[in-house]
C-alpha cells in the first residue's frame, strides 16, 4: 500500500506568532458583543460588516499579489487568520466562500480583466460568492452536470438548476459549473466554469431552502434561458474539470473541515469545571488529541499549498477525518451531560448543542461526501 506524504507543517515563525496576537485582538474588538449561540454559527454566520473590517484591516486575499489588492503573505499565514475566525465564532458568510476558493480560481484561471474586476473588490471584503456545483439527483458526483450553457455570439444561454447554494440569496456571484458541450454521459469533457451575477441575470430564479434548524443558508437556483456574457467564461471551455478539481483542493483541507462545532467543545468544557469525573477528563483528552492531530494535517496541507503542491488526496483526507470529528462531538458531549438539546434555552450550552445537532448531519455532505471522499482517497493509495 502506498503511504500518504503529510509534510510536516511550518514551524511557527516570530512573525507568525505576532500576527495570531495581533489578530486575537482585532476579533476581541469586532465580537465583544457575539453570544455563544451565535458563535456556534461558525462560517455560516453572514455580516457584510465584519467582512468589510477584514478587508480594511488586510486580512483577506492575504496570498495575493498585491496587483490585485493582495498581500503577498503566505499561505500558513493566511492559515492563521482562518483557524481564529473559525474557533472565534466569527462571522466569516460574507467573504468565506470568495477568499478561500472563487479568488484562488480567478487568480488561476480568470483573464486579465476578471482578476482586475473581481479580486480587489474580494479582498477588500465587498463582493461575495456562493458555489455553483451542486445538483438534484446528482449528490457529490459533478460529473453527472445537467446545467447547460449554450454560445450565442456574444452571451451563453444557461438553462438547469442547482441546489444547496449557499447565501445564494445573500451573494453577489457564483463560479457556475456547467456543461458547454456534450451530454451527462460524456462525463468529464465539455465542462465549463461562467461567472455568474447573481444580482443581474435575466432568467435566473433562487429559491430558499430551510434547513432543520429553520435556518435560510442553502437556496436552488433555476436558469431558463438566463443570459450570462460571454466574456463570463472563467478559464478554457471545456476544461471546468480540472478546474473545479483545483477548486476543491482549497474548499477541503482549511480548519472548517474540524472547527465548524468547536464552540460545543468550548461550552462542553466550562460545564465540565469542577467536576471530580475521570470520564469527563479521558473523554475531553481523548477529544483535544484529536483536535491536535486534525490541526497538524490541516496545517501540513497549508504548506504544500505554499509550495504550490497537488495537495488533493491531503485535503480529502482532512475533509473526511475532520467531519467525523465534527459529526462526533454531539454525542460525546450528550454522553457527558444530562441536557436536551433546546435552542430556545438561556444557558449557552443547550442553545449551542441545539444548534450543532440541527446542523452537523450536513457536514459530511458538504464538500464532497464522505463515500466520494474516500474514493479519492483510494485511489491515492493505489486501492481502487
Not at 447547460?148 to 441546489?163: P, S
Request: aromatic share 8%.
Amino acid at each position: 500500500m502506498t503511504a500518504i506524504p503529510f509534510p510536516a507543517p511550518p514551524a511557527d515563525s516570530t512573525e507568525v506568532i505576532a500576527l495570531r496576537g495581533t489578530f486575537r485582538a482585532f476579533l476581541d474588538q469586532q465580537l465583544k458583543d457575539r453570544t455563544p449561540r451565535q458563535r456556534s454559527d461558525n462560517w455560516y454566520g453572514y455580516d457584510r460588516g465584519f467582512s468589510r473590517a477584514m478587508g480594511q484591516a488586510g486580512y483577506l486575499g492575504m496570498t495575493w499579489p498585491k496587483q490585485y489588492g493582495g498581500h503577498e503573505r503566505s499561505a500558513f499565514e493566511r492559515a492563521v487568520i482562518v483557524e481564529e475566525c473559525l474557533a472565534a465564532g466569527a462571522p466569516v458568510g460574507a467573504h468565506w466562500i470568495a477568499d478561500r476558493q472563487s479568488g484562488p480560481s480567478i487568480l488561476k484561471f480568470g483573464t486579465e480583466a476578471q482578476k482586475q474586476a473581481f479580486l480587489p473588490r474580494i479582498a477588500a471584503g465587498e463582493l461575495s460568492f456562493g458555489i455553483g456545483m451542486s445538483e438534484p439527483d446528482s449528490g457529490s458526483d459533478l460529473a453527472a452536470t445537467r446545467t447547460k450553457a449554450v454560445k450565442d455570439g456574444d452571451v451563453y444561454r444557461v438553462t438547469g438548476t442547482k441546489v444547496w447554494t449557499s447565501f445564494a440569496h445573500e451573494a453577489d456571484y457564483v463560479i457556475l459549473f456547467c456543461r458547454t458541450s456534450g451530454t451527462p454521459a460524456d462525463r468529464h469533457m465539455g465542462t465549463s466554469q461562467l461567472l455568474i451575477d447573481l444580482k443581474n441575470t435575466p432568467g435566473l430564479t433562487i429559491k430558499p431552502i430551510i434547513d432543520l434548524a429553520g435556518q435560510h443558508h442553502f437556496n436552488e437556483m433555476h436558469f431558463e434561458d438566463a443570459v450570462v456574457p460571454a466574456d463570463m467564461l472563467l478559464g478554457e471551455e471545456g476544461q471546468g474539470w480540472d478546474q473545479v478539481m483545483s477548486e476543491l483542493a482549497f474548499e477541503r483541507s482549511g480548519p472548517e473541515r474540524f472547527l465548524s462545532s468547536i464552540e460545543l467543545m468550548v461550552q462542553l468544557i466550562e460545564v465540565l469545571k469542577g467536576r471530580d469525573s475521570d470520564a469527563a477528563q479521558i473523554t475531553v483528552g481523548r477529544v483535544t488529541a484529536r483536535l491536535a492531530v486534525l490541526r497538524r494535517l490541516s496545517r501540513s496541507v497549508a504548506g504544500m499549498l505554499q509550495e504550490h503542491q497537488n495537495a488533493n488526496l491531503q485535503a480529502a483526507i482532512v475533509k473526511d477525518v475532520g467531519a467525523l470529528f465534527e459529526q462526533a462531538l454531539p454525542d460525546i458531549a450528550r454522553e457527558l451531560i444530562d441536557a436536551e438539546p433546546d435552542p430556545r434555552a438561556a444557558g449557552a450550552y443547550a442553545s449551542v448543542l441545539a444548534n450543532i445537532v440541527h446542523n452537523s448531519p450536513s457536514w459530511s455532505l458538504r464538500g464532497g461526501t464522505r463515500e466520494i471522499l474516500r474514493g479519492i482517497i483510494a485511489r491515492g493509495l493505489g486501492t481502487r
